[in-house]
């Protein structure tokens, strides 16, 4: 089984950064592809981001320039830096991790999640 543990979310203005991490743990063959996917209050979850372990990486269009996930395999930690931040990205984020299947920015592909963090972006 795999842990996931999100950590970095808070609050900040329109326009600042923020830098999400998700520390993996457990069976690392099952956090092949990693995600980040999030959710606002009354809306349906919705995919933000995802990567393999062969580099491969794709963005909602939402976040595409602005956001930018990397994965360091060696330390099985998942990291989104968020950029140019509006207050839409109000959300609380999820990191997702499945095994070496296709890679895709669909939450029902993905096994494992994590309990989450809130990320609030004030106008």
């Known amino acids: 089984q795999v842990q996931l543990v999100e950590s970095g979310g808070g609050s900040v203005q329109a326009g600042g950064s923020l830098r999400l991490s998700c520390a993996a743990s457990?069976?690392?063959?099952?956090?092949?592809?990693m995600g980040w996917f999030r959710q606002a209050p009354g809306k349906e979850r919705e995919g933000g981001s995802a990567?393999?372990?062969?580099?491969?990486?794709t963005y909602a269009d939402s976040v595409k320039g602005r956001f930018t996930i990397s994965k360091d395999n060696r330390n099985n930690t998942l990291y989104l830096q968020m950029n140019s931040l509006k207050p839409e990205d109000t959300a609380m984020y999820y990191c997702?991790?499945?095994?070496?299947?296709?890679?895709?920015?669909?939450?029902?592909?993905?096994?494992?999640w994590g309990q989450g963090t809130l990320v609030t972006v004030s106008s």
């Open positions: 457990g069976d690392t063959y099952n956090t092949y592809c």
């Open positions: 990567t393999d372990n062969d580099g491969f990486t």
């Open positions: 997702a991790s499945t095994a070496p299947v296709l890679c895709l920015l669909v939450g029902r592909t993905f096994d494992t």
